[in-house]
C-alpha cells in the first residue's frame, strides 16, 4: 500500500531532487542528473522568481515502510491562466516505479490540490512553464538528454493514460551533423537574401552583457507571445535564467539579427553541458564546478535553445541567415552536432525547414491533458 508524503521542508525537497537518480534511473545509461543544488533552488520561495506569480506543491508516493515509489509537482501559474482565460494547472517532476497503485496516489494529491485552487484542467509534464522542462520523452531512449530537457522510462506514458491523459500536443527535437552539407538551393536563398535585405548577423557582446540582456528581454516574449503554452518572462526571470548560462556559454554562437541597428531576432545555442553534469553526478561543489570551469572547452556538441523572431520580419529570410552563419561559427570552432529543440508539431514552416536542411529527428516529447474531474474518477 502507498499513500502521499507531501514535502514541505528542506531535507524532504533534496530527495525529491535526488529520487530519479537514486530509485528509476540508477542503472540508466542515458539518464543524466540535474545539477542538485541548482535544482533545490527551484523550489526555494525566497531564491526562484517564478513564486512572484506562481505556486508550486510538491509530493511523493511512500509505501508502509517509508521507502519512496514515485514523485511529481503540481503547478498554478498565475501568468498563464490570466493570458489564456483558463482554469488550467501543469503537473511536472513526474518520475515513478511501473506501478499504477504509485501513480494513483501522485495524481490523487495534485488533483485536490487544484480542486481548492479553482483549476478544472491539468497539462504536463512542463516544469514551472514552457521556458522550462516541457513534456514526457515518448521516443529517442536511446539518446542521451540535452541540458534542460526532459527523460523517462517508457512505461511512463503508459502509467499516464492509465489515468486518463490524452495527448495534447507533441514537440520535436532535431539533430544537426556538423558534416551536413546543405543544398545548393539553401545557399542560393542565402545569398537573395544577402543581396535583397540590410539584416545583418552578429556575435553577443559577452563585455556589454546586461545591455544585451535588456534589449533581448522584450524580443523573447514578443517573438513567442503567440505560441502554444507561451507565459511571458519577466526582465528578472529572463535575467536570471541567462546569468544562469553565462558560466559555460559559448558567445560567438549566440547570434543577433540586427536591420538598420535594431534588434529583431536572436538565436541562443549553448554547449550542451550535460556531458560534464553526468560526469560529476550533479554535484557542483566542491570539486565539480572546477571540471566544468576547465572542461567546458572540450565540449563537442550544442542545443539551440532559442530561435525567435519578431513577427513583421521573419519573411526576410533572417532564419536562413541564422543557419548559415551558425554552419560557418560551428564547423570553424570543431563542435560536431547540434540538437534543435523544441519544435511545436503545429509549427509547420520551422518542421518544412529541418527537413529540407536534412536535419535528423531524433526525439519527440508530449504534453497530455485531463480535467480534474476525469482525474479524479481514474484514482479513487
Same mark, same amino acid.
Given at each position: 500500500?502507498?499513500? =502521499?508524503?507531501?514535502?514541505?521542508?528542506?531535507?524532504?525537497?533534496?530527495?525529491?531532487?535526488?529520487?530519479?537518480?537514486?530509485?528509476?534511473?540508477?542503472?540508466?545509461?542515458?539518464?543524466?542528473?540535474?545539477?542538485?543544488?541548482?535544482?533545490?533552488?527551484?523550489?526555494?520561495?525566497?531564491?526562484?522568481?517564478?513564486?512572484?506569480?506562481?505556486?508550486?506543491?510538491? !509530493?511523493?508516493?511512500?509505501?508502509? /515502510?517509508? +521507502?519512496?515509489?514515485?514523485?511529481?509537482?503540481?503547478?498554478? $501559474?498565475?501568468?498563464?491562466?490570466?493570458?489564456?482565460?483558463?482554469?488550467?494547472?501543469?503537473?511536472?517532476?513526474?518520475?515513478?516505479?511501473?506501478?499504477?497503485? =504509485?501513480?494513483?496516489?501522485?495524481?490523487?494529491?495534485?488533483?485536490?490540490?487544484?480542486?481548492?485552487?479553482?483549476?478544472?484542467?491539468?497539462?504536463?509534464?512542463?516544469?514551472?512553464?514552457?521556458?522550462?522542462?516541457?513534456?514526457?520523452?515518448?521516443?529517442?531512449?536511446?539518446?542521451?538528454?540535452?541540458?534542460?530537457? $526532459?527523460?523517462?522510462?517508457?512505461?511512463?506514458?503508459?502509467?499516464?493514460?492509465? =489515468?486518463? @491523459?490524452?495527448?495534447? *500536443?507533441?514537440?520535436?527535437?532535431?539533430?544537426?551533423?556538423?558534416?551536413?552539407?546543405?543544398? &545548393?538551393?539553401?545557399?542560393?536563398?542565402?545569398?537573395?537574401?544577402?543581396?535583397?535585405?540590410?539584416?545583418?548577423?552578429?556575435? !553577443?557582446? +559577452?563585455?556589454?552583457?546586461?545591455?544585451?540582456?535588456?534589449?533581448?528581454?522584450?524580443?523573447?516574449?514578443?517573438?513567442?507571445?503567440?505560441?502554444?503554452?507561451?507565459?511571458?518572462?519577466?526582465? *528578472?526571470? @529572463?535575467?536570471?535564467?541567462?546569468?544562469?548560462?553565462?558560466?559555460?556559454? &559559448?558567445?560567438?554562437?549566440?547570434?543577433?539579427?540586427?536591420?538598420?541597428?535594431?534588434?529583431?531576432?536572436?538565436?541562443?545555442?549553448?554547449?550542451?553541458? $550535460?556531458?560534464?553534469?553526468?560526469?560529476?553526478?550533479?554535484?557542483?561543489?566542491?570539486?565539480?564546478? @572546477?571540471?566544468?570551469?576547465?572542461?567546458? %572547452?572540450?565540449?563537442?556538441?550544442?542545443?539551440? $535553445? *532559442?530561435?525567435?523572431?519578431?513577427?513583421?520580419?521573419? %519573411?526576410?529570410? =533572417?532564419?536562413?541567415? !541564422?543557419?548559415?552563419?551558425?554552419?560557418?561559427?560551428?564547423?570553424?570552432?570543431?563542435?560536431? +552536432?547540434?540538437?534543435?529543440?523544441?519544435?511545436?508539431?503545429? %509549427?509547420?514552416?520551422?518542421?518544412?525547414?529541418?527537413?529540407?536542411?536534412?536535419? +535528423?529527428?531524433? /526525439?519527440? @516529447?508530449?504534453?497530455?491533458?485531463?480535467?480534474?474531474?476525469?482525474?479524479?474518477?481514474?484514482?479513487?
Amino acid at each position: 500500500m502507498y499513500k =502521499v508524503l507531501k514535502i514541505t521542508n528542506a531535507a524532504g525537497i533534496k530527495k525529491f531532487v535526488r529520487f530519479p537518480g537514486s530509485h528509476i534511473f540508477k542503472k540508466s545509461d542515458h539518464w543524466i542528473p540535474p545539477l542538485i543544488t541548482e535544482e533545490i533552488k527551484r523550489f526555494d520561495i525566497t531564491k526562484y522568481d517564478y513564486y512572484a506569480y506562481g505556486k508550486s506543491k510538491l !509530493f511523493a508516493a511512500i509505501d508502509e /515502510k517509508g +521507502k519512496w515509489g514515485g514523485r511529481i509537482a503540481c503547478f498554478i $501559474n498565475s501568468k498563464y491562466i490570466d493570458k489564456t482565460k483558463k482554469h488550467e494547472g501543469f503537473f511536472g517532476f513526474f518520475d515513478a516505479i511501473d506501478n499504477p497503485e =504509485v501513480v494513483k496516489v501522485l495524481f490523487s494529491a495534485i488533483t485536490e490540490e487544484f480542486r481548492k485552487n479553482n483549476i478544472t484542467d491539468i497539462i504536463g509534464p512542463i516544469n514551472f512553464s514552457t521556458n522550462e522542462e516541457v513534456g514526457l520523452l515518448i521516443d529517442g531512449f536511446d539518446i542521451n538528454p540535452t541540458f534542460m530537457t $526532459n527523460y523517462s522510462k517508457p512505461y511512463y506514458k503508459d502509467l499516464l493514460t492509465g =489515468v486518463g @491523459f490524452q495527448k495534447l *500536443v507533441d514537440l520535436y527535437a532535431y539533430e544537426w551533423q556538423s558534416k551536413c552539407v546543405f543544398s &545548393d538551393k539553401f545557399y542560393r536563398i542565402v545569398e537573395v537574401v544577402k543581396n535583397r535585405s540590410t539584416v545583418k548577423i552578429r556575435c !553577443f557582446d +559577452k563585455n556589454n552583457f546586461q545591455n544585451e540582456l535588456d534589449t533581448l528581454w522584450p524580443i523573447y516574449n514578443e517573438s513567442f507571445k503567440d505560441v502554444w503554452g507561451f507565459t511571458p518572462l519577466t526582465k *528578472v526571470e @529572463f535575467t536570471e535564467l541567462c546569468n544562469s548560462f553565462k558560466l559555460f556559454a &559559448d558567445f560567438d554562437i549566440i547570434l543577433i539579427a540586427e536591420l538598420n541597428s535594431k534588434v529583431i531576432g536572436f538565436c541562443l545555442m549553448l554547449p550542451d553541458i $550535460n556531458i560534464l553534469i553526468k560526469k560529476i553526478n550533479g554535484k557542483l561543489y566542491p570539486f565539480g564546478i @572546477f571540471t566544468l570551469l576547465t572542461q567546458k %572547452n572540450k565540449i563537442k556538441n550544442l542545443r539551440l $535553445n *532559442v530561435l525567435g523572431i519578431l513577427p513583421e520580419y521573419r %519573411n526576410l529570410g =533572417v532564419f536562413a541567415l !541564422f543557419i548559415d552563419q551558425m554552419e560557418k561559427i560551428v564547423n570553424k570552432k570543431g563542435y560536431q +552536432k547540434a540538437e534543435l529543440s523544441v519544435i511545436l508539431e503545429s %509549427n509547420i514552416e520551422m518542421i518544412r525547414l529541418m527537413k529540407s536542411l536534412d536535419f +535528423k529527428p531524433t /526525439k519527440t @516529447f508530449r504534453v497530455y491533458c485531463n480535467t480534474v474531474e476525469n482525474l479524479k474518477a481514474h484514482t479513487l
